[in-house]
Structure formats: structure tokens, C-alpha cells
């Protein structure tokens, strides 16, 4: 058996267990589904006590009982089968709701590391595609597959029982079905997983494209983004093509073959009826059963597609929901009453294997105190901060908090104790009230204004005609880079967190805002531990301590004053206003 093959049976036998925690719900499906199926055998035999016996016999009080049994029965039917697509419905929704959330739940809890190597189009479609093409597996497979399977052996049971003879030169065909079945799903299983990764790339560029647009703008680079989407497209396109050709060769010969059956019957059954071994109701019956008996198969023909499709997608889904390094947000000690004492201690990190970003750095930030970073773009500042928070681990070396290893407490305890102002300032779409309450879920109105405040950021929000109902738009877009950074200021401050990390959290605020946060930042100042990433001046020179970075390792540290009389490098950074 091929790899590809074997893959496709794990994903089936996972989605089956998965199915598992669904199972009453499936059982209800599967027996209105298998009542439903029942019935067909009725009309056909009503068919045949018409022919056979009440025509002949002129029974008029007969007929009305037939007819009446025969629309019973048929209303029966749809009764059953209005009550199971509201059951198969719920059975969907419930299956792919659950299968969303783990896959959502497993995203947000990835490391860092693998959103760095992943295309966030990709993610979006499996979610968005590949988890209801997954869950189609099982329906189609309850719905279709177990339903068909049950009608197509009611149809045979009663041929086979109203003439033996009759019915095996019906279900010839049969064998050849079911192998072609099978030749088509090994045949198409690798064309269909080709065409979901060109879906997945044709997504990314779109993404890509969607978030990117206003560089696309500014570079003019409308033209080569066309064509690269005009590649990736013709790509799916060309995978596309080769699923519907495997599809126009397999679906007319499986119709051929079930044709091929109604033939011998029609041309079998005149001849019995001719010769007087079947009589002209067990015909008219046997064209209705074998009607009956070629629908499911050729329902069958469309499931075994839909298998194909969705096992490849669970496959892809599977493969996300197996990613090792998943965070554990309560793993470990709890951090109660964290003092904010921070220290690395000789500390070495490189995003990629021999490329080193921090060398052997230490630093120790006393509990009240502020720390001041500056050096460089590129010297490895913000991935200071990247380790405190436990994005990433170092490769050697310690962070600690409060004289621990920052590993030794849960993720959840630790960020707790930490509000990161990044610096991209990043906003959720939504409201201003929405992306302040990240920073204390709970927090009322009172608090929301407070914290504005103490980010100079009351006065624009109070300008607004829906002041803090004020949606940002994707990204914070409707906001200027100023106000989504005091914004963003606002939510740390909010969080009230013992230790505070400013990562350029100033740079795209005037020189009024700035001196109003630098007055705020005073009185934060006075209780809780401040680690700040700065070029500006100004926002340094009131530090307990500076440290300056060099090619990831830090070369001198002291206050703004010994620091100019003492190293050159932080004298030249302050020459030409790179702090």
C-alpha cells in the first residue's frame, strides 16, 4: 500500500473516532435513514398485486386500498426524510463546529516559531475549506454511503427472493462497479490533494495581496502581483482539470455499467414473460427494484468523490492538529504576587540554526526599577522581550523572574504579570472599547476612560461621534499610527501587569502625546518595573540604567550621563538622533 494511501486510511480511522463523541446523534440519522430506505420495497410490490392479481380480478375496493397503502407509505417517506435532513443538518453543524474549535483552539496555542514558517492564507483555508470537507466525510458517509448500502441490499434481498434466476443476471454488472469504485479512488486520492495545496496557494497570494495592498499601491507592483496570482491560479486550474478527467472517464463507464443492467433485465424479462416463467408484475416489479437498486449505486459514484475530496482535506487538518511544541498555557508554577525582578543571564538565541541574534547577554532590572535598551535596528532589542514572554526559548542560558526560571511558571501567570506594547501597536477589528478590554476583559467604562488617559488618548476618542464604540477597522486602519500606539499604551496600562515592556511604544506619537505618556509613564513608574526599547532621546534619558546593544550583545551600561562621557558608540547614537 502507498504512503499516500496510508494516509488516507489513518485520516478515515481518526475522523471515525472523532465521530465517536457525536454517536447518538448519528445512530438517530442512520435509523430514519435506514426506515426511509425501508419503504421503497413497498411501491414495487404494490406495483405487482396491481398487475398480477387486482386488474385480473377487477377488485375496484382493492385498487382504492392499494393506491391508499402505496401514498401512505410514500408520505411516510417524506416525513422521514424532512426529519432527518434536520437531524443530519444539526449532526453537520455540530461535527464541524467542534472540529473548528480544536483546530482553533490548537492554533492559538502554536509557538511562534511555526506562525514564522506558515502562510496565514494556508491556515485560513483549512479552516475555512478543508474542516467542512472533512466533516462531509462522515455525513456523506452516514447520510449517502451507509443509507445507499442499505437500499442497494433491501433492493437485492427482494429481487433475489421474487426470482433467483432473474436477479443474479441483473446484478451482473455489479462486481465491475464496485472495482472501478475502488481503481478511481486510488487514481484520484493524489490529484485531489494536489488540488487542495493549489488551493492553499492560491489563497495565501490573495491574502497576501488583501493586507498588502496599500504597498502594492505605493510600488505600483499591481502588474506583478497579476501575474503571480495568474500563475497560481492557472496552477489549480490545470489540478482542477485532471480531477474532472479522471471524474468524465469514471462516472460515464459506471453509468454504462448500470444501464447495462437494465438492458438484460428488460431483454431477460420479455423473454420469461414470453416463455411464461415470470409473469408481467414480477417484470414491471424488477424494473422498479433495479431503478432503486442503480440510484444508490450511482449516488455511491458522487459519496466516493466526496470521500476522496475530504480525506485529503482531513488529512491536511490532521496535519495541523499534530504540530508538536503546542503551549500549555497552565503548565508549571503559578506567579502570584510577582515582585517584577527580571534578569537574563548569559543568554544566547538565534531564530534559525547558525544564525545568532543574541550572544552571552545579561541584564538584571531590580523590582520599580526602569531599564532602558538602545542600540541599533537589527541588534536584537525586541528579542529581549520575545524571551521574557516566552515566545520563544533561549538556546542557552536563563531568563528568570524574581530570581526563577521564567520556564518554571505557567504561561498564563507569567503573561499575567507582563503588559507588551509592541511596536506595531497592533489592533483587532472591532471597537476601541473591544481592544481596550484585551488588556482587562471585565474593565467598565470609569477604567476604559482612566487608562485613555494615561495614554494622552481620552482627548481624540472624546472627539469621535461614538467615542468608545469608534470601530478601528481591520488592523486599527482608521486610526493614525499615533493614536493606535496610545491606544495600545492604553490596554497595557489597563492590564495594571507589575512588570511593563515598551517596545518603541512612543515612535509614532507627536511631541505633545509623547510628553504626556512620558508624565504618565513617571507614575507607573513609582510601582512597577519598566523594560524600554527607545531611539528617542528623550524617552531614555530618565532610565535608572541604560544598556546598549552591539551585534546582539550589550557593550555598556550606566545612566545617560556616564554613558556620553564613557562609550563612544552611545555618544555617536546620540549625535545623529537615533535615540
Not at 32 to 48: C, E, H
Request: include cysteine; hydrophobic fraction near 45%; proline fraction near 3%.
Amino acid at each position: 500500500m502507498s504512503s499516500s494511501h496510508a494516509h488516507l486510511r489513518a485520516s478515515a480511522a481518526r475522523l471515525l473516532r472523532f465521530a465517536r463523541s457525536h454517536w447518538r446523534m448519528a445512530l438517530l440519522q442512520f435509523t430514519l435513514a435506514a426506515l426511509g430506505t425501508s419503504l421503497i420495497i413497498v411501491f414495487p410490490s404494490i406495483v405487482q398485486w396491481f398487475i398480477d392479481d387486482l386488474i385480473p380480478r377487477r377488485d375496484l375496493a382493492g385498487v382504492w386500498r392499494a393506491g391508499g397503502l402505496a401514498a401512505g407509505a410514500f408520505l411516510l417517506r417524506e416525513l422521514l426524510f424532512s426529519l432527518r435532513t434536520r437531524v443530519s443538518s444539526a449532526f453537520e453543524q455540530r461535527m464541524t463546529t467542534d472540529l473548528r474549535g480544536r483546530l482553533h483552539h490548537k492554533i492559538l496555542r502554536l509557538p511562534l516559531g511555526w506562525f514564522d514558517r506558515q502562510s496565514t492564507g494556508d491556515i485560513l483555508t483549512r479552516m475555512a475549506d478543508d474542516v467542512p470537507a472533512t466533516q462531509r466525510v462522515i455525513l456523506e458517509g452516514i447520510e449517502q454511503g451507509m443509507t445507499s448500502l442499505l437500499q442497494i441490499l433491501i433492493c437485492a434481498a427482494v429481487m433475489l427472493s421474487t426470482h433467483l434466476q432473474l436477479a443474479l443476471v441483473v446484478m451482473l454488472p455489479v462486481p465491475f462497479i464496485a472495482a472501478g469504485g475502488w481503481l478511481f479512488t486510488r487514481w484520484v486520492a493524489p490529484r485531489s490533494r494536489e488540488a487542495k495545496e493549489a488551493a492553499s496557494r492560491m489563497n495565501s497570494l490573495l491574502h497576501d495581496s488583501i493586507t498588502g495592498i496599500r504597498q502594492i499601491k505605493a510600488y505600483t507592483a499591481e502588474q506583478a502581483k497579476q501575474s503571480a496570482f495568474h500563475h497560481t491560479s492557472e496552477a489549480l486550474r490545470h489540478s482542477q482539470q485532471r480531477l474532472m478527467n479522471a471524474w468524465s472517464v469514471y462516472s460515464p463507464l459506471m453509468g454504462f455499467l448500470g444501464s447495462l443492467g437494465l438492458v438484460l433485465l428488460l431483454s431477460i424479462g420479455a423473454h420469461g414473460v414470453i416463455t411464461g416463467t415470470v409473469s408481467t408484475g414480477e417484470l414491471l416489479k424488477f424494473i422498479f427494484l433495479l431503478g432503486f437498486f442503480l440510484e444508490p449505486i450511482s449516488r455511491l459514484h458522487g459519496v466516493n468523490q466526496t470521500f476522496v475530496n475530504g480525506l485529503a482535506s482531513a488529512e491536511r487538518v490532521f496535519h495541523l492538529l499534530d504540530q508538536p511544541g503546542e503551549e500549555d498555557l497552565e503548565k508549571g508554577d503559578a506567579l502570584p504576587h510577582p515582585r517584577g525582578e527580571v534578569e537574563f543571564r548569559q543568554v544566547h538565541f538565534g531564530y534559525q540554526d547558525g544564525k545568532p541574534v543574541l550572544q552571552g547577554v545579561s541584564l538584571h532590572a531590580q523590582p520599580r526599577q526602569t531599564v532602558a535598551i538602545v542600540g541599533a535596528t537589527g541588534s536584537g532589542k525586541s528579542t529581549l522581550f520575545q524571551l521574557l514572554t516566552r515566545f520563544y526559548e533561549p538556546g542557552s542560558g536563563q531568563v528568570l523572574i524574581d530570581g526563577r526560571p521564567a520556564s518554571d511558571y505557567s504561561l498564563r501567570s507569567l503573561r499575567a504579570a507582563l503588559a507588551y506594547v509592541t511596536q506595531d501597536a497592533f489592533l483587532f477589528a472591532g471597537t476601541i472599547r473591544d481592544n481596550l478590554r484585551l488588556g482587562c476583559a471585565d474593565a467598565g467604562d470609569e477604567q476604559l476612560w482612566h487608562a485613555l488617559r494615561q495614554a494622552s488618548a481620552d482627548d481624540f476618542v472624546r472627539d469621535r461621534p461614538d467615542g468608545l464604540d469608534t470601530i478601528v477597522g481591520e488592523r486599527g486602519v482608521m486610526l493614525s499610527g499615533g493614536e493606535r500606539q496610545r491606544i495600545a499604551m492604553a490596554r497595557a496600562f489597563l492590564k495594571n501587569a507589575p512588570v511593563l515592556l515598551l517596545d518603541e511604544a512612543t515612535s509614532a506619537v507627536d511631541t505633545r502625546s509623547e510628553a504626556a505618556i512620558q508624565s504618565a509613564l513617571e507614575k507607573l513608574r513609582a510601582d512597577r518595573t519598566c523594560l524600554v526599547i527607545a531611539h528617542r532621546l528623550s524617552t531614555v534619558v530618565s532610565a535608572d540604567v541604560i544598556h546598549v546593544m552591539r551585534h546582539g550583545a550589550f557593550i555598556a551600561q550606566g545612566t545617560h550621563a556616564s554613558l556620553l562621557s564613557s562609550c563612544p558608540y552611545y555618544r555617536e547614537l546620540a549625535s545623529i538622533s537615533l535615540l
